[in-house]
Every structure is written in C-alpha cells, then in structure tokens.
C-alpha cells in the first residue's frame, strides 16, 4: 500500500489532535500515532497519509532543540510547547498576578534553556489597579520587560522589537490578556478573547489550545491560561538555575553542594541579609526547592 509522505510543524495543539503546517501547502489536520508520542506546538514532525484514507497521521517526532515543559500534580513532567526562542510571560494589574508563578516561569524557562521576556498588559488602566511592583526586582535581573496594551495599542511597537525574529510562547493566568494581544499584534486575527469573572475578578479560561500564528516579523504562540505553573523536577543542586541571581553568587559559599537554605558561610543568605538579593525573590527559591522536593517524591511513589 503506497502512502504520502511529509514533514511540517505542529500549529495547533489539542492533545491527541494536532494541526500541522507543511512547508509548503495548507495546513492538515492530523492525529497522533498511538499514546505515547509526545506531540506539541513547535514540534517539527513526519506525517503519512495512506492512499484511499483522508487521514494524516504523525508517525513520528523529529528532534527538538528545546522543551518547555511543567510538573503536573503527580510530579510527571508534561510538555507545553517545543523548539521556542522565548517565553513571554504575560501580566497585569487585573487580575492581579501572582508574582511567585513568575519566577517558577522564569525558571522553567531557563531550565529549558529559553529566554524569558515579561510582557505587562493593561497599560491603559488606571495606577491603583493592581499592584505591580514586583515588576522591579525582574527588571533588576535584566530580564527585558515591555509594558503594554492590547487595547490601546500603546507600547505595541517596542514589543514587536522584541518578537522580531524569533518564536514566542505567551503564557500566564487566566484574564491578563495573551489572546488579546496576539490579535492586536496579528491584525485581523481570530484567537477568541474573553471577560473576567464578575464574582471572583480572575479570568475565564476562554483559551483551550495552545496555537502557533505566523507573522511577517516572527511567530506567537498563545496557550491556555493557567491557575498555577509548576516547572519540571530538577536534581536539588539545579533549582537554583531558575533564578540567576541566585546561581551567580553560588561560587562564594563554602560549600560545593550549598542549597543556600541553611548551610554556614553562605555568600546567597550573606547577600539577602545584605539586601543585595530581593527577599521575595529568595523566599520563592527556598519555596520551589520544597516543591521541587515533594513533587520528586510524588514521582518516586509511583515508579
Ligand atoms: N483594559 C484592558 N483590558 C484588556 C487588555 N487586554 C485584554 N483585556 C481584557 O481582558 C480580558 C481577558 O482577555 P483575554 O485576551 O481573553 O485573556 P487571556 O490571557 O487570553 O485569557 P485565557 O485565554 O483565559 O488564558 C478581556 O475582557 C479583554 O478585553 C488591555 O490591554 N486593557
Ligand atoms: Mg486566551
Ligand atoms: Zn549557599
């Protein structure tokens, strides 16, 4: 039996369905070859079409040169989207943001080796809408941060400054905004947008799948809202890779293997009594170790 063959990447995702874009032609509808594929947006794969059937298949999944992923509740690493350039980690002052979901964004994103990008939505709300001063210590880190609105368009072109060329995941909680600034950015797009929630202020989780969309100057991903983000399980020593600030004074403690916890002579807690490393931002490092500790149990419960 004869079978086309071709290769293309994954543009949209809803779990065993995916939408793949050939290099050439329309974009197909496939299904994935058995359960254990891991198939995502960004996946470059190879896809086969029998002769007499009208449907495509993924029959396999090419390398990735990165992943980003998360710890689902069992501590199972789950892959969210692949073969990315950046993440932009999207905000605002409605609803408000939790700022440790960040940082476990930012780390996850370093983790995979991706560079994070903090996008704050809702520039033209007024200033006591919400508290954004945590903004300051992610700028102290040199993380580049651009503030935006997708209603007004202000700030629009300086972020596009900062898409242009490469891959970009928006992620964050439900209601910040990610669709509506990919539709602001993509023109006449067609991602559905929804309000916040009248009781609770969060948003409506309108978003479902996670879509790549090509422009001019580079491509966006939008993905669903989350309620929370837990990166990948790590080797202890490594959770402080997902905060730099912290992994850049490690050379200075005594010990090799320092968790920075409760170890003596200690240059991260010497610089965070010094005022040198933001408290808020060490006290999410000591937190996701604990995560990252009882995810890993989590996960050995079951092999
Ligand atoms: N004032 C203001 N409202 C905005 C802005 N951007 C988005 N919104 C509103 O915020 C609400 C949520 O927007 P969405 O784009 O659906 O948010 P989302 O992040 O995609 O949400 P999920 O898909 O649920 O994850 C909608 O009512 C938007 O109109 C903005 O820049 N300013
Ligand atoms: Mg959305
Ligand atoms: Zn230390």
């Given amino acids: 039996m004869s079978s086309n063959v071709l290769s293309?990447?994954?543009?949209?995702?809803?779990?065993?369905?995916?939408?793949?874009?050939?290099?050439?032609?329309?974009?197909?509808?496939?299904?994935l070859l058995g359960r254990r594929l891991d198939v995502v947006a960004g996946d470059e794969v190879r896809i086969e079409k029998h002769e007499g059937s009208d449907d495509w298949t993924?029959?396999?999944?090419?390398d990735r040169r990165n992943v980003l992923s998360r710890s689902d509740s069992r501590g199972l690493e789950e892959s969210i989207a692949a073969n990315l350039d950046q993440l932009g980690i999207v905000v605002a002052p409605m609803p408000l943001c939790d700022p440790f979901i960040v940082d476990r964004y930012v780390a996850g994103a370093c983790y995979a080796g991706i560079?994070?990008?903090?996008?704050?939505?809702?520039?033209?709300?007024?200033?006591?809408s919400g508290d954004l001063s945590y903004v300051t210590a992610f700028r102290q880190l040199g993380l580049p941060v651009c503030s935006v609105s997708?209603?007004?368009?202000?700030?629009?072109?300086?972020?596009?400054a900062l898409l242009s060329g490469k891959r970009t995941l928006l992620a964050g909680q439900s209601g910040v905004g990610k669709s509506s600034l990919l539709n602001a950015l993509a023109g006449d797009l067609i991602r559905t947008t929804g309000g916040l929630s009248d009781r609770s202020g969060e948003g409506r989780h309108t978003t479902v799948s996670s879509a790549i969309i090509r422009l001019p100057w580079g491509e966006l991903a939008d993905s669903p809202g989350v309620r929370d983000y837990a990166p990948p399980v790590v080797p202890p020593k490594d959770v402080q890779h997902g905060y730099p600030e912290i992994a850049a004074l490690a050379g200075g403690c005594r010990f090799l293997d320092c968790l920075h916890v409760r170890e003596p002579q200690c240059a991260v807690q010497g610089a965070v009594g010094e005022?040198?490393?933001?408290p808020r931002r060490y006290e999410s490092y000591r937190r996701l170790l604990n995560l990252n500790r009882q995810l890993?149990?989590?996960?050995?419960?079951r092999t």
Avoid at 16 to 31: D, F, H, I, T
């Fill in 8 to 31: 293309g990447c994954v543009v949209e995702s809803y779990g065993r369905r995916v939408v793949v874009a050939p290099a050439e032609g329309p974009s197909l509808p496939c299904k």
């Fill in 58 to 62: 993924v029959v396999e999944r090419l």
């Fill in 115 to 128: 560079g994070p990008l903090l996008i704050v939505n809702k520039l033209d709300l007024p200033q006591d």
């Fill in 150 to 160: 997708a209603k007004t368009g202000a700030g629009l072109q300086d972020l596009i």
């Fill in 275 to 278: 005022g040198a490393v933001d």
């Fill in 296 to 301: 890993d149990e989590k996960r050995g419960w």
